[in-house]
């Protein structure tokens, strides 16, 4: 799905995406308007499988351009995935977008060693990995709690 697609079913998909209980999705917002946004998933397209514990899945992330590089994605990305308990995140990109991969590895992403040559976006793709510093608050299944206390649901 191209980010400025307008056919109805990439529309549609991407709604649908939006709307599962798997899916978060956090923007930035500077004086009313939308500069960043980042959108975390259990599942893939690339790789439907759910992660290996404590794993999310970077699905989406966009930034404007005169916002890009002063770390805005990074605060996104790492702000979701801690919020909800996560100590490692994924992604896959493609294997020739070499800015990607290079804006990626400043930002303390690796290459796993994961390729799919025959990708769902008709493109091979690596994958690649960064684990988060532990959180202070962890998503359970009975609430938000401080690392190592007990889960309290009136927390946010």
Do not use: K
Request: net charge negative; proline share 10%.
């Amino acid at each position: 799905m191209g980010a400025t697609s307008s056919d109805p079913r990439d529309v549609a998909r991407f709604a649908d995406a939006l709307g599962r209980s798997d899916v978060w999705c956090l923007p930035a917002i500077d004086a009313q308007q939308v500069i960043g946004c980042v959108a975390l998933s259990m599942l893939t397209m690339e790789d439907p499988d759910p992660p290996p514990i404590g794993t999310i899945n970077l699905w989406q992330l966009f930034g404007r351009p005169a916002w890009q590089g002063i770390g805005i994605a990074t605060w996104l990305m790492e702000t979701e995935a801690r919020q909800r308990g996560f100590t490692r995140m994924r992604l896959w990109t493609p294997q020739g977008q070499s800015r990607a991969r290079r804006s990626y590895e400043r930002e303390g992403w690796a290459l796993t060693g994961g390729v799919h040559e025959d990708s769902p976006f008709e493109l091979p793709v690596v994958e690649c990995a960064r684990t988060l510093d532990p959180p202070t608050r962890v998503l359970t299944p009975s609430g938000v709690t401080e690392s190592g206390a007990e889960a309290d649901p009136t927390l946010p």
